[in-house]
């Protein structure tokens, strides 16, 4: 009894925060990347269906078992609303955890985004992207965080194990290789680079190669976009306005502290190291074992995890073999009870059906995901599709490889084969359609 | 009762005949002797016996007679000259000052503490303790006489105690005695004359009752008198551990052995939980279920109230299994039972020890306290409760937690004991300050303003002090005491073993003030830890050799002093040391080099442990397979995936060794190396032999060390 009266009182280990960005407009590079999935401020990226459940729940249930009791989410101020809607309505987490969702400013960096939020961050903190889904043990990343007292903990998982399964297309996803120098011994991340931005040949400095000879080079490995950082980063964010995206200013610039004192100098890291040394430094000094604290330098920590799946759903494209391996994973039935499906319909075993929606007969349903409410006519074939929400699919239709968005409407006897409908998009009958995208807004962009 | 003990009696310190030749004077041995009748071929036994009960007993018998030095030495020809030159001259001059301090204490005077340390200050850079004992007997002369005819008596009860043991070991039915003897000592009335005793399960129905009326008469008497209340759970112990003694030591026939068992002082938290509470009883103490986990119902117990659930050893080693063993498994702070009142420190410490990254007594200590002190000072009394009981409370769930992940050792028992008794001895400073809400508020409002209120900046700063004059000090004290006395010479050659950060920093220190020495550091399969050792010494620029326990023989040619340091000092002057220490000091031993072992008093104990079979702690034991042969430093922590998969593969030829149904490997951390082998033992007192713990305990360091200035 006694304890649990004291237990407010221990200040967390560590709080989260879930970026929960549009998803077509990041700042990074590749814009549009999901569009028109996440277009018309009808589904913001974090309530976008994986397997039916809207992505942010996967990673509130990793942060919930990761034990973090204090999360934050980031939101822009039209997905606040519909997000809060949903952790507040439909969620069922462990009850535990202190969920909060703030507003930050419209089109800002992710790193802006900390920056706006800082009063909020009290301890060192995670930062997770919306877009991830993985099974790594949370404790890996922690316990590397709490051993090596380090700056910051980056976690990059094989993409092989998205990529591999698929026959996909080698040119689609070339701006998502990157290049991960990692020194092994010390698990030091040293190198982080995406081939979208290099021209030609990756730059080494002489201060680095000095100081780690010998480092690892992976292309293989994808950033999942999960950090552990220090508080004192915030510091370094709040000071300087020029670091806007977590990802292509503050890692860059984290990384190159550890080999280049004059940067570490520039920006007044030392001071900020000075104050937040390793708490058990006297003892390491003491210790058996030779281990030593890194004394005022900056620490840059990798985990890497090959085994288990990790994937983040921030193309069409990976976001569709997301859902697949997700219900291929799914434990619950494939089809709920409140479903009607008609008998002489086949829905296969890789396919999930949502709650309430109806199928009329001699359909066929291959590794798919239909969406709640959904109304399927006969006759219809979908193969490799998601069908989100509220979507009508009338008879007689043929869809390949599509993602077709909630409300959206496609006529009788249309053949749709790797096409994207948009919401509320209403495809006339007989529509034939191959790597098209239809939607409302932003037409004249459609992608090629 | 004491009737039957006088025929056959026991006696207290009684020398060995090797002792008595070697020192050629029985007058020395003036502690409790009283009669000598019997002395049966077991001898040598008895006295370590009864030295284990002296020593258990510490509590019971304030004032009692302390075991003279003499007495508990051995006779190896090693020692001899060490020893003579310690004791001989002053060994009289010593036992008769015990007898004055006990007098002393008696009267409630606290001038001799004082006293002492004021001694002390006053030649700070005398390197022998035994000197200042000297000088000061002369200036105390005096009291010293009236002190003397108070002897007997104030023996009388220890002696008895002794008696108890001595019959444990020699009757058959050793069980009969334990629990009048508690009684006695106690001073409760109707305990004595009372028939032996059957154990519970042996007695009748009208037997059972009588006993139980018995019980609590007594209870009502004591209460009666004023004592303070026994432990609820105490004779039921007391008979536990009579019980345990019995056994071990009838069913492994070695009677020292089940000695070692009974006069084991309580391992478990509950003696740390109540450090003050000794008072006036016995302790007689169980063993703990840390060492009794080959028990199934003690086992079930303790795996109930375990603070962390773990999976139990898959292939435990049979000979072992009285000890806790568990595969290891990093999830265990995933899936910590502890949630909430763990503290995030405490939980990152755990981290820290139980892969490795601090390892070693020192270390692990500091750490220890650094992360209390954060515990202490994030730490805000719940309304309805004092912080003296909370908080309390709350510090032994972090030390539980620590102990799952590896078990305490000598220097943080002394740590959190010393908190502990800071923490119950708030209450004196703030009287009512919780007693009435206002003042509460009052304490509320206080943190607010600032970070720790009063009460906890206290503690923070007793934890500094600790730090800072139990193992920081002595650290540097010892460093000083041994370059003084010119134990580094030009020339020599020192081996020393492993990595110990106190053995470390006397090396560098020597180099630095330009004495030419050669080092060959020793070291031993798993841990490597010699390896740290080398790269330092090397970096410092220490002419070093390197060589692995199977070279020893070899290797100890050419070493002229042997420098260890140590986990724990034992009451009978053993050394608790990383495995592999008890080889480098037994080949020392026999090729006639010196061993020195650095320690600092706070990691004395009042333990008494004969082999390393009593007690251990098991590791891992895929470290061993584990062949890479990297140091320490260079591993990465297995909490971390490594990046490299090749590393991971180069395992796997021996990883599955675990389907081999016959194979069973053992990991273990500690062992015991006898005190013959111990030359001496530099302490910031001095330099002493490794059997006189007993009375470093006893004078208290803290007291002796008041005065000094480093």
Redesign the interface.
Known sequence: MFLEQATPSTAPELQAVILAGYGNRQSCSSVLRLYPLTDGGAVPKALLPVANRPFISYQLEWLENANIQDIIIAAYPDARQKISGFVQKMYEGSGVAKIQIVEVPDHCGSADALRSIKSKIKTDFIVISCDLVTDIPAHYLINSFRLQNPAMTAFFYDAASLEASAERPASKDDSQVEYVGIDDKTSRLMITASKAELEDDLDLRVSMVSKFPVIHLHSQLRDAHLYIFRRWVLELIAKNKNITSIKNDLVPLLLECQHRDSVVKREGIDKLLAANTDPFRAAMLLSTSGHETHDNTVVCNAVVYLEGFTARGNTIWSYSELNRHMVKMHPDERIPGSAEVSPKTQVGQDSLVGEGTKIDERCSIKKSVIGNHCKIGSNVKITNSIIMDYAHVEDGSKLEECVVCPGAKIGAKSQLKDCKVGAQKILEAETVGKNETYADYLSDEESA | MTKNAAKRTVVGFTPSNAEQDAVGSARQFSGGVQDVKTRGPANADAISTSMLTAADSKSATPAGKRPSLGAMRSGSPNRKSFEDRLFSEEHQAQSKLQAQRSDASLKADPTAASDAGADASAKPGEPQMSKKQLKKLQRQQQPQQAGGPAQPQQGQPQQQQQQQQQQQQSQPQPQQQATPSVAEATGAPGASGEPPRKSQKEMTKAERRELQERQRAEKKAREALGLPKPDRSKPIQAQAGAHGAAAVSGGAGAASGGAGLSAQPAMDLSKITSPSAGGGTPTMRSTPTQMRYDDPKRRSKAEKAAAVVRKPAQKPVALFSHLTQFERE??I??EAKS???V???V???G??FS??????G???C??ML??LK?VIS???T????SMQR?LT??VS?QVDFLSNTRSLCASMRTAIRHLKTQITGLSIDMPDEDASPRSLEWHRSDMDMQPCSIAKAKLCDDIDTF?RDRIELPREFIVRETLQSEKIKNGDVIMTF????VVLDLLLEAHREGIQFRVIVSDGRP?L?G???L??LVRAGIKCTYVLTNALPFAIKEATKVIIGASAVLANGAIMS?VGTSVVAMTAFNAKVPVMVLCETYKFSDTVRLDSFVWNEIGNPDDLVDISNR????R??A???????S?GAKLGAARDWREIERLKLLNLYYDVTPAKFVSMVVCELGQVPSTSVLTVLRDGPEESLKGRHF
């Open positions: 990093t999830s702070f995933a949630r909430g009142f503290h995030p420190a939980l990152s410490l981290l820290h892969e490795f990254t601090i390892s070693g020192n270390a692990r500091m750490a650094l992360a954060k994030d730490y805000t719940p309304a309805g409760t909370h409370q709350h769930k730090i492993a990595r110990s950060s841990r830890e390896k740290e050792m790269r330092q990383r140091s320490p430093s260079e990465l922590a909490a971390v995936p490594i990046p490299d998969k590393a």
